[in-house]
């Protein structure tokens, strides 16, 4: 387990998404790195957003570390002639983003590899946001209400391979997490952000009865959980 409270990187936004839901302007584009060993303006993304008054361009300190430790997945550490290196690693899938306002993370995730990409929000507008932000940037990303995609029934059960959130301090998200341990594939991921640093360790607690913890991060004092189902 490793902690790193300087969570930097090659992002653009608005900041006043910061304090409150911002209106996206027509086919606003958001920023970010793809290189998390270096990350620069010249080796970063662009993705085109829809016109809609709603968080999700990245601006918020907790979309920042969860997207980070989105593509900090696709990176393993390996042993070389030169010792310990970072190597590229597919990234998990299918994708599974909970609570998605326009989907950033979905996005992330597409772009950054993942075979298929979900969202699961209780607003169809959100829903529906979501796979339009994917279609005008070329991936297709399913919108699933969550009480449908977290029941661990034969056609869900260890169905993702990674589960993500930047809205883990909303109540209906963190009454979830016993559910997450039926949908995650066995070595799949959950990626937990937007709990402050007071819910941190009632959050942490709760996630390590069901999962083993691989990081902490931290992004402006916004925390982000790593955890990984057993193999």
């Given amino acids: 387990m490793s902690y790193d409270s300087n969570i930097t990187g090659c992002f653009d936004f608005s900041p006043e998404e910061e304090t409150g839901p911002i209106w996206i302007t027509d086919y606003m584009c958001t920023l970010f790195g793809m290189d998390v060993a270096a990350p620069t303006k010249e080796g970063a993304v662009s993705l085109r957003l829809m016109k809609h008054k709603m968080f999700g361009t990245g601006g918020h300190p907790s ?3 969860a997207i980070w430790a989105i593509l900090k997945l696709t990176r393993t550490r390996g ?25 950033l993370l979905s996005l992330v995730a597409a772009t950054a590899g993942a075979e298929e990409t979900f969202c699961a929000s209780p ?12 279609a005008i940037n070329g991936h297709e990303i399913k919108s699933l209400h969550p009480l449908a995609c977290l029941t661990a029934d034969e056609e869900n059960f260890c169905r993702f391979g990674c ?16 559910w997450f341990w039926g949908v995650v594939q066995p070595g799949g991921w959950v990626i937990y952000a937007g709990h402050t640093a007071n819910e941190h360790q009632s959050i942490k607690n709760l996630l390590g009865e069901w999962f083993d913890i691989q990081r ?6 916004w925390p982000v959980l790593v ?5």
Wanted: glycine content about 14%; hydrophobic content about 30%; aromatic content about 4%.
């Fill in 216 to 221: 902490i991060d931290d992004c402006c004092g």
């Fill in 163 to 178: 589960i993500a959130t930047q809205n883990g301090g909303d109540q209906w998200v963190r009454d979830m997490i016993p």
């Fill in 123 to 134: 607003s169809h507008e959100a829903g529906a946001l979501a796979e339009d932000n994917g």
């Fill in 227 to 231: 955890f990984q189902k057993d193999e």
């Fill in 79 to 103: 042993s070389g002639t030169m010792g310990i290196k970072e190597e590229k690693a597919p990234m998990p899938s299918p994708f599974l983003e909970i609570g998605n306002s326009t989907g």
């Fill in 63 to 65: 979309t920042k570390a």
